[in-house]
Structures are given as structure tokens and as C-alpha cells.
């Protein structure tokens, strides 16, 4: 499975933008870049995915290096429902995600 | 609410005992999957069925037993429990790029 890295946990304040980062050095061709989040208590929830160029919805943007070797997780005003663990996930069609320990997101009042 | 119900939402069962997990999506989605979250560890995929029939079972033991009499329906039998089996155990179905995910259901083993 490809893999990717993200950092262990990040802090943003209320209704500031918030920018989480992850690697994906190894990514190939047909793999989609899948962003979940899961907040306390609760299952994970698809947030966002995309292959080559950005993509916008109502809960965040993503935004796609040239090369596909990174790629970033846009919240574009963070409300303290906003925290979470973020995961970032790379999967080829419809083969399995498979999740890492992903980004905990802290968002202060 | 994600359109995918679990119940029971808590479950406290002996090392002896036999339940199940019941899982339901009214998505109309094809694909239905089991996965098992322990404390402070990733989510672990355990099985996964497209149109009633398993695809993958990665590596289950065979206390948990998986059940899909149609698309829109998942069982999760479960004996002889062992401690370490204490987790939260999460239902998911999807139809093509999206995975929509149950609440989950806590289970304690004691």
C-alpha cells in the first residue's frame, strides 16, 4: 500500500484558515488522494479527494502539488466543530483505504 | 447521520458469550465493510463485501463471524471474545469513491 505522512497533531484558533499537510512521496499514477476526518466519539467522515487538480466542496479544499508528491487540506475558517483527526489516504480505484494515525487537529476558542 | 445506522451502540459481553453487530445503510450501496478500532491504533479493515459476496477478510480471527444477507445489511457475529478485542468496531458502506461510516458500536470484553 502507498503511504503517506502527516504530522502527529496541529493547533489553529477559530475562524482562522487551517492548512494540513501531507506527503505522499511514493504515489503513483492511479492513486486518488482521499482526506477523512473522524471527530470524538464518532466514525470517520469523508471529507474531500482528488487526483491531479484542486477541489473545492463545502467542507474544504484540497490542493494538489504539481508533482502529486504532497498535497494539502484546506479548512478555510476552522469552528471548534472542525476538530478532529484528520487522515489523509491514497487509494487506486476501489481497492481498500487504509487509514494511518493521521493529523489531530486542536482548534482553540 | 451518514445514512449508515449501528446498533447496538454499547455492548458489554463475558469471554463466553455470543452476539451480534448489526449494521444498515439505506444508501443503496453495493459495497458494505467491517473495520475494528482499538484504543490509540489506526482503523484496521477486517472484511469487506461487494454485492452480498466477501472479497477480502484480512487475516480475522474466527471468533468474528461476518454476515451479509443482502446489499443493504451487515452482521458481525462474535464468540468466545478474548480481552484484546475490546474496541470500537465500525460499519461502512460505499458505491464508488466515498466511504460512508456507522457510528460505531463499543464493545468491552470482559
Known amino acids: 500500500d502507498a503511504k503517506t505522512t502527516q504530522p502527529n497533531s496541529m493547533e489553529s484558533n477559530e475562524e482562522e484558515p487551517v492548512h494540513l499537510p501531507c506527503n505522499h512521496s511514493?504515489?503513483?499514477?492511479?492513486?486518488?488522494i482521499h482526506w477523512y476526518r473522524q471527530l470524538p466519539s464518532q466514525g470517520p467522515e469523508y471529507v474531500i479527494h482528488?487526483?491531479?487538480s484542486n477541489v473545492n466542496n463545502r467542507m474544504a479544499s484540497l490542493a494538489i502539488a504539481e508533482d502529486r508528491k504532497s498535497s494539502t487540506l484546506i479548512l478555510h475558517r476552522a469552528t471548534l466543530r472542525d476538530a478532529a483527526v484528520y487522515y489523509c489516504?491514497?487509494?487506486?480505484?476501489?481497492?481498500?483505504?487504509?487509514f494511518g494515525k493521521g493529523t489531530k487537529l486542536t482548534v482553540n476558542p | 447521520e451518514t445514512g449508515v445506522t449501528q446498533t447496538p451502540r454499547h455492548l458489554v459481553m463475558g469471554m463466553t458469550n455470543k452476539k451480534s453487530l448489526k449494521c444498515e445503510q439505506h444508501?443503496?450501496?453495493?459495497?458494505m465493510y467491517w473495520y475494528k478500532q482499538s484504543a490509540k491504533k489506526p482503523l484496521e479493515l477486517m472484511f469487506v463485501?461487494?454485492?452480498?459476496?466477501?472479497?477480502e477478510n484480512n487475516s480475522v480471527p474466527s471468533r468474528f463471524s461476518p454476515e451479509c444477507p443482502n446489499s443493504s445489511h451487515l452482521f458481525l457475529h462474535l464468540h468466545t471474545l478474548q480481552p484484546e478485542d475490546s474496541a470500537l468496531y465500525l460499519c461502512?458502506?460505499?458505491?464508488?469513491?466515498?466511504?460512508?461510516f456507522g457510528p460505531g458500536t463499543r464493545l468491552t470484553v470482559t
Open positions: 461502512a458502506s460505499s458505491q464508488r469513491h466515498e466511504q460512508y
Open positions: 511514493t504515489i503513483s499514477g492511479t492513486d486518488y
Open positions: 482528488g487526483l491531479t
Open positions: 489516504i491514497l487509494r487506486a480505484g476501489s481497492e481498500k483505504l487504509v
Open positions: 444508501l443503496g450501496h453495493n459495497a
Open positions: 463485501y461487494n454485492f452480498k459476496e466477501q472479497t
